[in-house]
């Protein structure tokens, strides 16, 4: 079983900045790529981002790109999101997420991750 907690601010101001940390415990997560998740109220879970288990491949929504980035530190069984020009659509409860099977290939689909934290709430204030 491996247990995951997110943390983070959660509020700031449009155009502000914040890190996300998930911390990882039970077992090692470091053979496995993660990933960011996030849902607004009323709306499905969307994708966010995703890494490798090495930290060298990441993919990004479009509508994140350029702003988020996405980061890990195995020794630490943590995995980052770092998050700049936030605008008020940014508000959403993100959760970290665990890929179910430990490979190379990046995904960017909700079933095919099998732990998820319990989300942490993101509010941008406009």
């Known amino acids: 079983q491996v247990q995951l907690v997110e943390s983070g601010v959660a509020l700031v101001q449009a155009g502000g900045s914040l890190r996300l940390s998930c911390a990882a415990s039970?077992?090692?997560?470091?053979?496995?790529?993660m990933g960011w998740f996030r849902q607004a109220p009323g709306k499905e879970r969307e994708f966010v981002s995703t890494?490798?288990?090495?930290?060298?491949?990441?993919v990004y929504a479009d509508y994140v790109k350029g702003r988020f980035t996405i980061s890990r530190d195995n020794a630490k069984n943590t995995v980052y999101l770092q998050m700049t020009s936030l605008e008020h659509e940014d508000t959403a409860v993100y959760y970290c997420a665990v890929k179910r099977t430990a490979d190379w290939a990046l995904t960017t689909k909700v079933d095919e991750y099998h732990y998820w934290g319990q989300g942490t709430q993101v509010t941008v204030s406009s």
């Open positions: 890494i490798s288990w090495s930290g060298t491949n990441t």
């Open positions: 039970g077992r090692t997560v470091s053979r496995y790529a």
